[in-house]
């Protein structure tokens, strides 16, 4: 993916509208990408292990998956999941990137909704806290492990207990 770093911003103006926006669309999918692997990376540093990293096969395609803990943890790339905090319209085909945005979201909602249906914790982590307070993110991993019991097939029946300290943005 080196290739990718070798883009600058000057050269966009010479690309179509929608060249512009593939180069953009990459730009930002490598951003993702690297934001997991920096999760992946913490999680090996601090010896949390027993977790599979994007799970082709779950719904959502979870980016890491606890399956002894029925624990899943998504980190959502700003852009693509239109984070309140840090999402920004594209000055070009806003339209399309509008309507992009919006169908992830609806998506996501309804990932996590099945998944906890399913009797999974659904943790979603946003790409700038897993940026700005890695620590902070990790250790909210580490104490959702800790509070899950290990998982077993006789307790399949998703835990209806109340939550505590929704996900905040920051
Ligand atoms: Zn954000």
Redesign the pocket.
């Known amino acids: 993916m080196t290739g990718l770093r070798s883009l600058r911003l000057p050269q966009m103006d010479t690309l179509s509208k929608r060249e512009r926006s593939r180069t953009m669309a990459a730009v930002q999918a490598k951003d993702t990408r690297s934001t997991e692997r920096r999760l992946r990376a913490k999680l090996v540093a601090v010896g949390i292990g027993g977790w599979r990293y994007q799970a082709a096969d779950l719904t959502g395609k979870p980016d890491f998956v606890f399956p002894r803990k029925r624990v899943v943890v998504f980190v959502d790339g700003?852009f693509w999941h239109g984070?309140p905090?840090?999402y920004r319209r594209p000055s070009s085909r806003r339209g399309y990137w509008d309507a992009k945005v919006a169908r992830n979201k609806a998506r996501d909602r309804r990932v996590t909704r099945t998944l906890r249906r399913m009797g999974w914790r659904v943790l979603r982590i946003?790409?700038?806290e897993l940026a700005k307070t890695p620590q902070r993110c990790v250790e909210k991993v580490a104490n959702l492990l800790a509070r899950r019991k290990r998982f077993t097939a006789s307790c399949s029946a998703p835990s209806r207990k109340p939550r505590k300290a929704a996900a905040r943005?920051r």
Do not use: L
């Open positions: 700003c984070c905090r840090c946003w790409e700038h943005h």
